[in-house]
Nanobody, 126 residues
Framework: QEQLVESGGRLVQTGDSLRLSCEAS????????MGWFRQAPGKEREFVAG????????NYADSVKGRFTISRDNAKSTVYLQMDSLQTEDTAIYYC???????????????????WGQGTQVTVSS
């Protein structure tokens, strides 16, 4: 069982930047496709970004493309989400997730991920 722990969420102002981190506890981190999702109050959880095992391929939701950057450090078992030009609509709980399957495609669906963190709150105030 993999444990994922997110950190870095806080209250920021519109236009600010923030970097979220997600550290995995196990030894298989480099074998997982990793993703970031978010859930705003009253809304369903949605895909934000995903990254391949080696970090060479990334995928983003249209709403964050050009503003957010996902990256990973397999030596530190950590995936990051750099968020720039934050907007009030980015306010949500952000979750990282790990896909342990051998499929090489970055899934945009929650069902495609096996392990989840507890989430970290990001609030963007105007």
């Amino acid at each position: 069982q993999e444990q994922l722990v997110e950190s870095g969420g806080r209250l920021v102002q519109t236009g600010d930047s923030l970097r979220l981190s997600c550290e995995a506890s196990g030894r298989s981190f480099s074998s997982y496709i990793m993703g970031w999702f978010r859930q705003a109050p009253g809304k369903e959880r949605e895909f934000v970004a995903g990254i391949s095992r080696g970090g060479g391929t990334t995928n983003y939701a249209d709403s964050v493309k050009g503003r957010f950057t996902i990256s990973r450090d397999n030596a530190k078992s950590t995936v990051y989400l750099q968020m720039d030009s934050l907007q009030t609509e980015d306010t949500a709980i952000y979750y990282c997730a790990a896909d342990r399957s051998l499929v090489g495609v970055i899934s945009e669906w929650s069902d495609g991920y096996d392990y989840w963190g507890q989430g970290t709150q990001v609030t963007v105030s105007s």
